[in-house]
């Protein structure tokens, strides 16, 4: 079987179990207990490599994108174009899912702790928070796991390296490249015991509120989908306004839609695209061959959408209410790390650039880790925005292209 099946099976039977346990009493509560510190050990040895991982995957990610920005004016405004539609969509996500949950609450499957419970008045103002982007000791903040100014420095230094000539830029390029695929082997062993993790999450989550743990993860997962779902039909809307026509589109982003959603994997539906873009759309082979695999790797609207979306969602299950600057902030955050993290599959994904979106509005790690559990449906929905976003983009890009390099009647 799959590591997905293997993973909601371990969810249902953790569930159970735990139910079972907590309509045992004390003695059952005790069990439950006990073995809780499986379940951190396991998110102690995914959350060790965090860190490190996206500061190298940002550093190499910020210096690539710096270095193509340098090679032409076109696509220094397609990633200016990218950037600003991230932002757009990043918001998107926000307001949906405050929306969303506004009308249909979620049950919280643990109360937060009063240290960490965030409330109106103890909340961080915005000003506290710009304060802290830039990092007085960056060794420092990635010690304490201070993703955000962390993030900011990894950005500054790729940017540094992307100016450097010669082979020194090149041979640092290449270190960082390995280190963050060295730790992904890493991120790849620990994953091997998602069901081992998830059934212990399950578990302690069933004992804690019975039966309405399994209630809020399905809620999660209807929610984040129901978030996303909004996604794909903005990222539509972006492809029918792209001037080539609303028929046209549909028949272009048609077979690249359903490739992604059968394979839930970007970088797969690249052949489809660039041949959708070509054939079926008329753009340049040489505006595409540029654009297509860029937008792939660096345009990922539904990820973005997805992102602040799923940390509001899984910080409310655990009873934490992010505020306002918080939530500011983690839009910045999501549209950083999506720029950096590139190509990588889906559990990787949500590791390297959910992770420190949900740190940044104060949400549990294991919000992030039960995701996993129930993402099906989520990860065929943003891979297919991401999918129809790519097209959309590229087509409008195109499309200005060709005002710009094409005389205009007088």
Known sequence: MSRTVWIVLALITGLGAGIVLRAAGPSGLGVAEAIRPIGQLWLNALQMTLTPLVFCLMTVGVAGAARAAGTGRRVAVALAAFIGLLFAGSMLGAAAAEGFLALWPVHAIRSAPALSALTTNGSPSLVSEILTLVPTNPVAAAAQSAMTPLIVFAAFFGAAISRLSG???????????????????????????????????????????????????????????????????????????SGVGPGRFLRAVAAPAALAASTQSSMACLPALVKAAQEDLGLPPALVGVLMPMA???????????????????????????????????????????????????????????????????????????????????????????VTADLAVTAIIGRVAKRVTEPQPS
């Open 167 to 241: 082979e020194d830029g090149d041979r640092l390029i290449g270190f960082f490249r390995a280190a963050g695929d060295a730790l992904l082997t890493i991120v790849g062993w620990v994953l091997r015991l998602a069901p081992l993790g998830i059934f212990v999450l399950a578990v302690g989550a069933a004992a804690s509120v019975g039966l309405a743990a399994a209630g809020g993860l399905i809620q999660y997962a209807l929610l984040l989908s129901a978030v996303l779902a909004l996604g794909v039909v903005a990222a539509l809307g972006l492809g029918l306004a």
């Open 296 to 386: 792939v790797t660096v345009f990922r609207f539904g990820n973005v959408v997805g992102g602040v979306s799923a940390g509001l969602i899984g910080a409310r299950l655990f009873g934490i209410d992010p505020g306002l600057p918080q939530i500011i902030l983690a839009i910045c955050v999501g549209v950083l790390t999506n720029i950096g993290v590139m190509g990588l599959p889906g559990p990787a994904v949500l590791l390297a650039s959910y992770g420190p979106i949900f740190i940044a509005l104060g949400a549990p790690i294991e919000a992030l880790f039960l995701l996993l559990a129930v993402d099906t449906l989520p990860d065929i929905l943003d891979t297919t925005a991401n």
